[in-house]
């Protein structure tokens, strides 16, 4: 029995002895592998490079270059005594690691199988700042926790400390201590007041999220308890407490950043990389990275000295204007304002307008889909539609000029007729439009009223262009996007993306392509009657084949349309809704979208959109939507699913015969199966 317990006692010991040998043996080496690779480098001047999808470079944004280093001497004991209290009140006393934080830390991952917990020393921190990516993975925190252990064995406290305060991200692309202290109070860090350093303190622990500038509540809240924190350790006095948390604190005026080529374009980017790798947009712009992006150089600048030559100078009115690759979603040009210095606001994702008639290809869509044709006619004339609780809806055409007949749904698109469309939204139900726009890309309300035909609902340039674009590539589902591939500063791709991605198809290939040809009538002067076609300003400047729609209200010019390559949308307006009352104003839009598709065609060689299986071409009077004949003045060729094309000659235009102008007759007396359901909503 002795025996058994002595070898029950050995194996116990062997279980516990060489688990704890292995562990001291490997402490020993990597203690021993530091000590002969030496101290760290504490240099980090990493900038984050931008390249367009050609691979040339389109700009920087810059690491640790925009700080000022300062000793610990210049810097404010307030500061010094908040960070070490809020992020790391042993930091004295440990060396590089605070063991019992760490435990608590790696209890609560293992429970719950995530790295979500930390508990970082400011050793730790300043090691992942100087040398490492902020993404949450096992393998970082084991090179944090190596360099960690160089940087105690070879630098003293103070050092680095002095480091770390000097390297710290507080937000707007600001680094240190001291260049924080300039850029939120105008002073120098041996300045601050004790409210001061502690709401400094409050911000690296989330920069974007603590920023005052960006949440002023959630950053005093930090702040409150830090200096609770100072209190409750006796590093404060009760009074010093409440001094500093009444304390209102003024915010020095923003110098705003130098601003690149596609300064909206790159903060989009940086919000793309900032989803792809999981990190903080502060680990973008200052870790080095090199980012591929899809940013078309030439059609860039394009955009922009179109943009600025062709806006009068002075004038208050913004632009916003996005060009996208419709069969990729690559964006290929974008400008979300007239001068990022002046206002950094992207007009282009963050401003909801109304789009005006530059909606209705959505409706149009929509109506394909439920058995309309382009030869579909409906009675352009004054009238007024009965709506929810009895009200009355008097939608009125441009000037009040209305054909008093008749026409198609050809002409309709391309003169902008809003009876014909108010309609066809009535015809189609008012829930029916609503449900198109995750088909269309949108995120915006679409309420389901008469009056969203006309393009009531707000929503941006992003989500039109989107919307578009999916109608150019024949109906796939593509998303606009800004980077290809990005490659950390060791040379490793750390994203990259899928190449040979065939996106999903959710709209019909042949009505999609129905659409496109129906857009192009805006260019077309053969529909012009009752009013001109709405490109006709732009026609004498445009050399090929486009698809587009313009739109109009009070507050808001907008042009979009694409090539069978490239889809572009402009809006037009003034940022606190003033109305576009001057002439010149009102063509801006038309007049960037015209100038820039020319520019950037210019050395293409012209094409037409390719026609889907399925779909067939015939010859009609573009007035009427009968097939033509030798007596029409226009004939055009139009686009119909097989088996809906018109199979009737035209009855209008015939010779003077008594026995055509009987044909006539009959066929003015004639109305549609649309027409009779539509009389319902009208009086």
């Known amino acids: 029995m002795q025996q058994n317990r002595l070898l029950k006692s050995t194996k116990l010991s062997t279980i516990i002895i060489i688990p704890l040998i292995i562990c001291i043996g490997s402490l020993l080496f990597i203690l021993l592998f530091s000590f002969i690779l030496g101290p760290p480098s504490l240099s980090n001047e990493k900038n ?104 105690e064995m070879f630098y003293s406290k103070e050092e680095i400390l002095e480091g770390y305060l000097n390297t710290i991200y507080f937000g707007h692309g600001t680094y240190g201590i001291e260049t924080a ?203 007024s539609f009965k709506v929810a609780d009895e009200k009355v809806y008097a939608p009125k055409n441009y000037n009040g000029h209305y054909a008093n007949a008749p026409i198609t749904l050809a002409q309709a698109i391309a003169l902008s007729d809003n009876i014909y469309a108010v309609k066809t939204h009535l015809y189609l139900g008012v829930e029916t439009l609503p449900q198109y726009k995750e088909k269309f890309g949108m995120k915006s309300d679409l309420p389901a009223v008469p009056s969203l035909a006309l393009g009531t609902a707000t929503t941006t340039v992003y989500e039109m262009v989107t919307a578009f674009s999916r109608i150019a590539n024949g109906g796939k589902e593509v998303v606009p996007y800004t980077i290809e591939k990005i490659v950390d500063p060791q040379g490793k791709t750390v994203y990259e993306r899928r190449k040979n991605f065939k996106p999903r198809q959710i709209l019909d290939p042949q009505k999609a392509f129905i659409m496109t040809q129906l857009l192009t009538g805006m ?58 009352e001057k002439a010149l104003e009102s063509n801006y839009a038309k007049t960037i979208w015209a100038q820039f598709m020319e520019a950037v065609h210019d050395k293409d060689e012209a094409k037409t959109f390719a026609t889907p299986p399925g779909v067939r071409q015939v010859k009609i009077d573009p007035t009427t939507g009968f097939l033509a004949t030798p007596y029409c003045p226009h004939e055009e060729a139009m686009f119909y699913e097989k088996n809906s094309e018109p199979t009737t000659y035209c009855p209008v235009h015939v010779p003077e015969d008594e026995t055509f102008e009987q044909v006539v007759e009959s066929e003015e007396k004639k109305q549609t199966l649309f027409e009779k359901i539509i009389e319902l909503f009208s009086f």
Do not use: C
């Open 523 to 580: 260019f077309n002067k053969k529909y012009d009657s009752y009013l001109q076609v709405t490109g006709s300003s732009m026609i004498d400047q445009l050399s090929r084949a486009y698809a587009g729609k313009s739109g109009t209200t009070s507050y808001d010019r907008w042009m979009i349309g694409y090539s069978p390559s490239l889809t572009t949308g402009v809006w037009i307006g003034y940022d606190d809704h003033r109305p576009i």
């Open 181 to 383: 202290s300039h850029y939120f109070f105008n002073k120098q860090a041996n300045q601050l007041t004790l409210a001061e350093a502690t709401m400094l303190a409050s911000i690296p622990r989330g920069p974007t999220y603590y920023s005052p500038l960006n949440n002023h509540k959630r950053a005093k809240q930090r702040q409150k308890h830090i200096l609770h924190l100072l209190k409750n350790n006796d590093i404060i006095s009760e009074k010093n407490y409440e001094l500093a948390r009444r304390e209102h604190l003024s915010f020095a005026k923003q110098k705003p950043d130098p601003v690149q080529l596609g300064a909206y374009f790159h903060d989009l980017v940086q919000a793309e990389a900032s989803r792809r790798l999981n990190v903080d947009e502060s680990v973008i712009r200052s870790n080095g990275y090199h980012i591929y992006t899809t940013l078309g150089l030439s059609e860039q600048i394009q955009m922009e000295k179109i943009a600025e030559e062709t806006i009068e100078q002075g004038s208050d009115i913004q632009v916003g204007a996005l060009a996208v690759e419709q069969e990729s979603g690559a964006i290929r040009a974008l400008v979300g304002g007239k001068d990022y210095t002046d206002s950094p606001f992207n007009r282009v994702t963050m401003a909801k307008r109304m789009s005006g008639s530059a909606f209705k290809p959505l409706l149009y869509y929509a109506a394909l889909e439920h058995h309309y044709t382009p030869s579909t006619r409906l009675k352009s004339q004054p009238t």
């Open 48 to 151: 984050t490079t931008f390249y367009s999808y050609d691979g040339q470079v389109i700009g920087y944004e810059q690491g640790l270059e925009n700080r000022q280093w300062v000793s610990l001497d210049d810097v404010s004991d307030h500061f010094i005594q908040a960070i070490i209290t809020a992020e790391d009140k042993h930091f004295f006393n440990h060396k590089g690691f605070d063991v019992k934080r760490m435990a608590q830390a790696l209890w609560k991952n293992i429970r719950t199988w995530s790295l979500k917990e930390g508990a970082s020393t400011l050793t730790q921190q300043y090691a992942r700042n100087l040398y490492l990516s902020h993404e949450k993975t096992w393998w970082r925190k084991l090179k944090e926790a190596f360099y960690t252990i160089r940087l």
